[in-house]
């Protein structure tokens, strides 16, 4: 778990590196204090909502490759400007903007589905050259059951909603420690 003041640093990351990026230019981020905790590799994921709670992007890693300060930095990048559902992020837009960072846990494999609880659990879903992800807040936010969500991530990998039934289809699941702060128009 993140202290407070950990998760605080992140989202300041994820901000300035946004509007560093909108900017033509890179965050400083040397600048932060960066202990043990944020240096540690980690997948992270940043999800951007507009003013009216709708998406805006949602772009991370699922492995560990970077430390998690620049994990966070990238994703933020890659989601504001870089999401191919959305247009790219303007300047006049991030100070309305809500980000949330979702802190990638372990992967593990999944034999049963009925182990698998929303709420909880994240999911990725894939067979041959085709993957999907949701986030754990996913489920939660839209009120599906265990089924739904597995659905939804089949049909997120490009599958058909029920091809997690099938033994050919490998079923993982991960958890994450999800935080956000909700950025007010600076007048």
């Known amino acids: 778990m993140l202290t407070q003041q950990q998760r605080t640093t992140l989202l ?13 230019h890179r965050a400083d981020l040397e600048k932060y204090v960066i ?3 944020l240096q ?3 997948g992270a994921f940043v999800t951007l909502n507009d003013g009216d709670g709708q998406l805006r992007g949602c772009i991370g890693s699922i492995v560990p490759t970077a430390p998690l300060y620049q994990a966070v930095s990238a994703s933020a990048i890659n989601a504001a400007l ?13 100070s309305i903007l809500h980000l949330e960072i979702s802190v990638m846990g372990p992967i593990e494999r999944v034999n049963d589905p009925n182990d698998i609880e ?9 067979r041959g050259p085709y993957i999907g992800l949701l986030l754990p807040q996913v489920a939660t936010e839209y009120g599906w ?26 079923i993982e699941r991960f958890s994450a420690e999800v935080f956000g702060e909700q950025v007010t128009e600076k007048k």
């Open 12 to 24: 300041q990351i994820a901000r300035d590196s946004i509007a560093a990026a909108l900017g033509g």
């Open 35 to 37: 202990g043990d905790a």
């Open 145 to 170: 059951d265990r089924e739904t969500f597995l659905g939804h991530t089949c049909l997120k990998a490009g599958l058909p909603r029920d091809a997690w039934r099938s033994e050919v289809t490998k």
């Open 118 to 126: 929303v709420g909880r659990d994240g999911l990725i879903i894939s």
């Open 82 to 94: 870089r999401d191919p559902r959305f247009y790219p992020v303007k300047r006049e837009e991030l």
């Open 40 to 42: 540690k590799p980690s």
